[in-house]
């Protein structure tokens, strides 16, 4: 395992958990690859939506 990684738990519903199972396969992806890129991808958002607030707070 890599030593810049953290493990996790993350509890949620059996229904969420069914859906992003299928969903990953039917992308060809580990389930743990999926929801890291649902995490980056959110991330990323909110990072640029914070940016776009304080380039409108100085125009």
Excluded at 30 to 43: A, G, M, P, Q, R
Aim: proline share 2%; no cysteine; charged share 40%.
């Amino acid at each position: 395992m890599n030593s810049n990684k953290k493990r996790i738990t993350v509890r949620m519903p059996e229904k969420l958990n069914e859906e992003i199972t299928k969903k990953s396969k039917y992308l060809g992806l580990t389930k743990n690859s999926f929801i890291l890129d649902i995490l980056w991808k959110e991330f990323e958002l909110l990072e640029y939506r914070s940016y776009k607030k304080e380039v409108d707070k100085h125009e």
